[in-house]
């Protein structure tokens, strides 16, 4: 077979060119917009704006009231989990009712068939799981901002469904109405699996649960940040070197660094209250000690980066977590 050479004037390259297009434009700019458009369109309904609204306003303060509650601190996963914990636990109902629709489309038994299977030990225990999952998802989305906020309810809705549905299949199954049960296990799977995107959405594209201060390492190199003389003693400070924002504190003569930005969520800490050597995260509470950015309260499960500090000439100095590595000396070769 001839080979086009791929130059103009190659007659293969010139038959490749008359070719119709695989998809327009338009199809090939939905395919990669539909999620963002989505995204959007949950947060420009107005029932489900008011419905965050209304739960925010009532399960706001009962958060507030029991944050110090260690169950509280557990259902987000928080400093002994050291990951939130929604997101383990949702595996647990998608995997045994992908169990149930496996062992469904494998059953020969009769289709009356009355009490329970193999398959309806799973979706009960998927029905519990997803219990156990509602409640830290509820928990975290107590915590979680703005369009998040939308965008997780309409995810915790859409598990409402689908749960109702597992029920419903569940009891089907257990009367002998193997079909119906069936149907309503499929619809079930289906309705999780679209509440399982947009929780995935809100993971990856909006960053809800994950760090905030994973990528912090600047400044690579001691840098000046504020006069001492413009620190007062017991009093935070925000400050910026190389973009990285970061809260001073001094007690008694020591100096203190740690990332302002709240591994959780990104408040800022330099607006929050300092009380014995913590500060607490001024949007949904999270403590972390000035001296090692250790968590001592939820709901964030990440230390909060501190700095080494020095003063220098009457410049409070700081230094990121991972120095810039030295430059050989000039005249030295390397190994
Ligand atoms: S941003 Fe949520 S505790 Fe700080």
New binding site residues.
């Given amino acids: 077979m001839r080979r086009g050479s791929g130059q103009a004037g190659d007659p293969a390259a010139a038959g490749q060119q008359g070719e119709p297009a695989i998809s327009s434009p338009s199809a090939t700019t939905w395919l990669v917009a539909w999620h963002g458009d989505l995204a959007a369109w949950l947060d420009r309904l107005g029932w489900l704006r008011t419905m965050s609204d209304w739960l925010t306003a009532v399960l706001g303060p009962v958060r507030e009231r029991h944050q110090d509650n260690l169950v509280v601190e557990l259902l987000h996963g928080g400093r002994w989990v050291g990951h939130p914990l929604h997101p383990a636990l949702s595996d647990l109902p998608i995997g045994l009712w992908t169990g149930v629709m496996v062992l469904d489309a494998t059953d020969r038994g009769a289709a009356s068939r009355r009490g329970m299977d193999a398959a309806g030990m799973l979706s009960a225990a998927g029905i519990l799981a997803a219990g156990a999952t509602a409640l830290t998802g509820l928990t975290d989305w107590t ?1 979680s901002n703005d369009q998040e906020r939308r965008v997780g309810l309409f995810h915790g809705l859409l598990n409402t469904v689908a749960l109702g549905l597992q029920g419903a299949s569940l009891g089907t199954r257990v009367a002998g109405h193997r079909g119906t049960a069936r149907a309503l296990g499929a619809a079930s799977l289906a309705v999780t699996a679209a509440a399982g995107y947009l929780g995935g959405h809100l993971v990856f594209t909006k960053g809800v649960m994950v760090s ?1 201060v994973a990528w912090a390492i600047e400044p690579r190199r001691w840098s000046r940040v504020l006069q001492e003389a413009d620190l007062p003693d017991e009093s935070p400070a925000a400050v910026v070197a190389e973009g990285r924002q970061i809260m001073l504190y001094r007690h008694r003569g020591t100096l203190y660094a740690i990332d302002n930005i ?6 800022l ?1 330099s607006r929050g209250p300092v009380a014995d050597l913590t500060v607490t ?6 403590r972390f000690a000035l001296a090692d950015g250790r968590v001592s309260r ?3 499960s990440q230390p909060q980066p501190v700095l080494p500090t020095r003063i220098r000439n009457g410049w409070i100095e700081v230094r990121g977590s991972q120095p810039a590595p030295r430059r050989p000396a000039k005249g030295r070769t390397q190994p």
Avoid: I, K, Q, T
Avoid at 281 to 286: A, E, M, V
């Fill in positions: 915590v905030r709240c591994s959780h969520a990104g408040g800490l995260c001024p949007l949904h509470g999270s939820g709901p964030a």
